[in-house]
């Protein structure tokens, strides 16, 4: 089975800075997807920006970006220029392709972020 | 604009109580899902759905029942709610490519307190 692991619970970072939160997994299929989903206080959990793993090329939306480190597993979230409306918590997610098996996403734990005016 | 509608944002019920949690998208789509968020423990699937009167067994389906009689409308029933059933509970739900998207579509959320 799958694991998905963010090892920091809380963060926070300074309005207009860039942070990075952590993500690693661990799975012994080569081809995969991994997801960056969103849940701002309150409200709705959103689809925040998605990796596919034959892909080298690291996913970028707008502000958000990956590094994509397959070897190591690894699957970080940077957020550059952040603003208030960043505070959130973040999932990371992992999903493996049709045919292999169950194709649901596995949820990390989630990394609480704070951006402070 | 995608929706996807839980009908109570919080509820308190009794041990041993019965309770319907109900879940309304207005999107069409084929799967629908019951998650459970704890702190500390992320989201955990108790069951989905990829078809009208189908059903699947997610990680964690035990003490809970699910019920889709409508493309639209998927249920998560408590039989008998227990204080270890505390918990916030989300609805999602997504289109027929989901397999290879792994994109949902996420309700704000039932916030369940049973004392």
């Known amino acids: 089975a799958q694991t998905v692991t963010q090892s920091q619970p809380e963060m926070s970072v300074q309005e207009a800075e860039t942070v990075t939160l952590s993500c690693t997994y661990d799975?012994?299929?080569?081809?995969?997807?991994l997801f960056w989903y969103k849940q701002p206080p309150s409200r709705q959990m959103i689809l925040v920006i998605r990796q596919e793993a034959y892909k080298q090329q690291n996913a970028t939306e707008n502000r958000f970006s990956v590094n994509f480190q397959k070897a190591a597993k690894s699957f970080s979230l940077k957020i550059s220029d952040s603003q208030l409306g960043d505070t959130a918590m973040y999932f990371c997610?992992?999903?493996?392709?049709?045919?292999?098996?169950?194709?649901?996403?596995?949820f990390g734990k989630g990394t609480k972020l704070s951006v402070i005016p | 604009d995608v929706k996807v509608t839980q009908s109570s944002r919080y509820l308190v019920k009794r041990t041993g109580e019965k309770v319907f949690l109900e879940c309304v998208q207005d999107?069409?789509?084929?799967?629908m899902f019951w998650y459970r968020q704890d702190p500390g423990l992320g989201l955990r699937l108790i069951y989905f759905?990829?078809?009208?009167?189908?059903?699947e067994k997610g990680d964690i389906p035990e003490g809970y029942s699910v019920s889709r009689e409508k493309k639209e409308r998927f249920s998560l029933i408590l039989e008998s709610a227990s204080t270890n059933q505390t918990s916030m509970y989300l609805c999602a739900s997504s289109a027929a490519d989901y397999a290879n998207t792994g994109e949902l579509f996420f309700g704000e959320g039932s916030r369940l307190t049973v004392l």
């Open positions: 997610a992992f999903m493996s392709p049709p045919g292999a098996g169950s194709y649901q996403l596995t």
């Open positions: 759905s990829y078809d009208v009167k189908m059903k």
């Open positions: 999107m069409d789509h084929e799967n």
């Open positions: 799975t012994s299929e080569n081809n995969y997807y």
